[in-house]
Nanobody
Framework: EVQLVESGGGLVQTGGSLRLSCALSGGTFDDYTVGWFRQAPGKEREGVACFSLPDRVFYYGDPVKGRFAVSSDHAKNTVYLQMNSLKPEDTAVYYC????????????????????WGQGTQVTVSS
Protein backbone atom coordinates (compact mmCIF):
# COMPACT_ATOMS: atom_id res chain seq x y z
CA GLU A 1 0.00 0.00 0.00
CA VAL A 2 1.32 3.42 -0.96
CA GLN A 3 1.79 5.81 1.93
CA LEU A 4 2.96 9.42 1.87
CA VAL A 5 4.21 11.26 4.94
CA GLU A 6 4.86 15.00 4.87
CA SER A 7 7.04 16.90 7.29
CA GLY A 8 8.78 20.24 7.59
CA GLY A 9 5.90 22.61 8.13
CA GLY A 10 5.90 25.28 10.78
CA LEU A 11 5.70 28.96 11.57
CA VAL A 12 7.92 31.37 9.65
CA GLN A 13 8.06 35.11 9.15
CA THR A 14 7.35 36.84 5.86
CA GLY A 15 10.33 36.47 3.56
CA GLY A 16 11.53 33.31 5.25
CA SER A 17 12.02 29.82 3.86
CA LEU A 18 10.87 26.31 4.62
CA ARG A 19 11.53 22.95 3.03
CA LEU A 20 8.80 20.37 3.08
CA SER A 21 9.54 16.68 2.70
CA CYS A 22 7.34 13.89 1.44
CA ALA A 23 8.51 10.36 2.12
CA LEU A 24 6.95 7.61 0.07
CA SER A 25 6.61 3.97 1.05
CA GLY A 26 5.04 1.13 -0.90
CA GLY A 27 5.90 2.66 -4.24
CA THR A 28 8.29 4.88 -6.17
CA PHE A 29 8.20 8.41 -7.50
CA ASP A 30 10.04 7.47 -10.65
CA ASP A 31 7.16 6.06 -12.68
CA TYR A 32 4.21 8.31 -11.89
CA THR A 33 3.13 11.86 -11.16
CA VAL A 34 3.80 13.62 -7.88
CA GLY A 35 2.16 16.81 -6.74
CA TRP A 36 2.26 19.31 -3.92
CA PHE A 37 -1.09 20.90 -3.12
CA ARG A 38 -2.26 23.32 -0.48
CA GLN A 39 -5.52 24.30 1.12
CA ALA A 40 -6.09 27.50 3.04
CA PRO A 41 -9.10 27.98 5.35
CA GLY A 42 -12.24 28.62 3.33
CA LYS A 43 -10.53 27.96 0.00
CA GLU A 44 -10.37 25.06 -2.39
CA ARG A 45 -7.31 22.88 -2.57
CA GLU A 46 -4.96 24.11 -5.27
CA GLY A 47 -2.01 22.65 -7.10
CA VAL A 48 1.29 24.23 -6.09
CA ALA A 49 4.03 22.23 -7.79
CA CYS A 50 3.63 18.98 -9.68
CA PHE A 51 5.85 16.88 -11.86
CA SER A 52 5.96 13.71 -13.86
CA LEU A 53 9.49 12.50 -14.41
CA PRO A 54 8.94 9.91 -17.16
CA ASP A 55 7.50 12.45 -19.60
CA ARG A 56 9.16 15.53 -18.11
CA VAL A 57 5.97 17.41 -17.32
CA PHE A 58 6.34 20.12 -14.71
CA TYR A 59 3.83 22.56 -13.28
CA TYR A 60 4.11 25.46 -10.87
CA GLY A 61 1.11 27.50 -9.83
CA ASP A 62 1.30 31.18 -10.74
CA PRO A 63 1.37 32.37 -7.09
CA VAL A 64 4.55 30.39 -6.39
CA LYS A 65 6.52 30.62 -9.62
CA GLY A 66 10.05 31.77 -8.98
CA ARG A 67 9.74 31.13 -5.23
CA PHE A 68 9.02 27.41 -4.86
CA ALA A 69 10.94 24.47 -6.31
CA VAL A 70 10.52 20.71 -6.20
CA SER A 71 13.30 18.19 -6.04
CA SER A 72 13.63 14.51 -5.31
CA ASP A 73 16.05 12.11 -3.69
CA HIS A 74 15.61 8.72 -5.28
CA ALA A 75 17.79 6.95 -2.74
CA LYS A 76 15.51 8.17 0.05
CA ASN A 77 12.33 7.92 -2.04
CA THR A 78 11.57 11.44 -0.88
CA VAL A 79 10.30 14.54 -2.66
CA TYR A 80 10.96 18.05 -1.39
CA LEU A 81 9.26 21.40 -1.78
CA GLN A 82 11.65 24.28 -1.19
CA MET A 83 9.66 27.42 -0.39
CA ASN A 84 11.44 30.77 -0.43
CA SER A 85 10.30 34.36 0.00
CA LEU A 86 7.23 33.18 1.84
CA LYS A 87 4.20 35.42 2.10
CA PRO A 88 1.23 35.39 4.48
CA GLU A 89 -0.95 34.20 1.61
CA ASP A 90 1.14 31.02 1.47
CA THR A 91 -0.36 30.01 4.81
CA ALA A 92 -2.15 26.69 4.31
CA VAL A 93 -2.03 22.98 4.93
CA TYR A 94 0.32 21.47 2.37
CA TYR A 95 -0.21 17.98 0.99
CA CYS A 96 1.82 15.75 -1.23
CA UNK A 97 0.07 13.32 -3.51
CA UNK A 98 0.84 10.69 -6.08
CA UNK A 99 -1.12 9.72 -9.14
CA UNK A 100 -1.07 6.20 -10.51
CA UNK A 101 -0.92 7.59 -14.04
CA UNK A 102 1.15 9.96 -16.08
CA UNK A 103 -0.72 13.25 -16.22
CA UNK A 104 -0.69 15.95 -18.87
CA UNK A 105 0.06 19.64 -18.56
CA UNK A 106 -3.68 20.17 -18.18
CA UNK A 107 -4.56 17.49 -15.66
CA UNK A 108 -1.40 17.56 -13.56
CA UNK A 109 -2.65 20.50 -11.52
CA UNK A 110 -6.01 18.94 -10.64
CA UNK A 111 -6.31 17.07 -7.36
CA UNK A 112 -9.05 14.76 -8.71
CA UNK A 113 -6.42 12.87 -10.72
CA UNK A 114 -4.33 11.89 -7.69
CA UNK A 115 -4.83 8.60 -5.91
CA UNK A 116 -2.70 8.74 -2.78
CA TRP A 117 -2.42 11.58 -0.28
CA GLY A 118 -0.37 12.40 2.76
CA GLN A 119 -1.86 13.69 5.98
CA GLY A 120 -0.75 17.27 5.36
CA THR A 121 1.57 19.65 7.16
CA GLN A 122 0.68 23.14 8.34
CA VAL A 123 2.62 26.13 7.05
CA THR A 124 1.96 29.47 8.70
CA VAL A 125 3.59 32.67 7.51
CA SER A 126 3.34 35.60 9.89
CA SER A 127 3.27 39.19 8.65
Amino acid sequence: EVQLVESGGGLVQTGGSLRLSCALSGGTFDDYTVGWFRQAPGKEREGVACFSLPDRVFYYGDPVKGRFAVSSDHAKNTVYLQMNSLKPEDTAVYYCAESGQLLTVITIRRDAFYDYWGQGTQVTVSS
